[in-house]
Nanobody, 120 residues
């Protein structure tokens, strides 16, 4: 089974940027990788996903144009560049495999999650 480890979270002021990384190890066998996020008291929501084969990407409407997902297949690592961050982006971000099937959000293996806080 694949193991996922997130890094790069933290605190940033509104308008700032952060870059999340997700390193995969173990039995690496998935077609997509990306991020979900969760705010206390709310359901987890899909943020972005990238296909490992053709590098096609998918974004939630709330982050489209501000976040950019990428991957390094050789290193089994995915990245989420988050720009123009807003307080509403504050959440625990989870790296997830097989997050988008072309029609709707899905999920396979989850990382442990990392906190992102946007405040002044």
């Amino acid at each position: 089974q694949v193991q996922l480890v997130e890094s790069g979270g933290g605190w940033v002021q509104p308008g700032g940027s952060l870059r999340l990384s997700c390193a995969a190890s173990g039995f690496v066998d998935y077609y997509g990788i990306g991020w979900f996020r969760q705010v206390p008291g709310k359901e987890r929501e899909g943020v972005s996903c990238i296909h490992m084969g053709d590098a096609s990407t998918h974004y939630a409407d709330s982050v489209e144009g501000r976040f950019t997902i990428s991957r390094d297949s050789d290193k089994n690592t995915a990245f989420l560049q988050m720009n123009s961050l807003e307080p509403e982006d504050t959440a625990v971000y989870y790296c997830v495999t097989n997050c988008w099937d072309g029609r709707e959000w899905r999920n396979g293996t989850w990382g442990q999650g990392i906190q992102v806080t946007v405040s002044s």
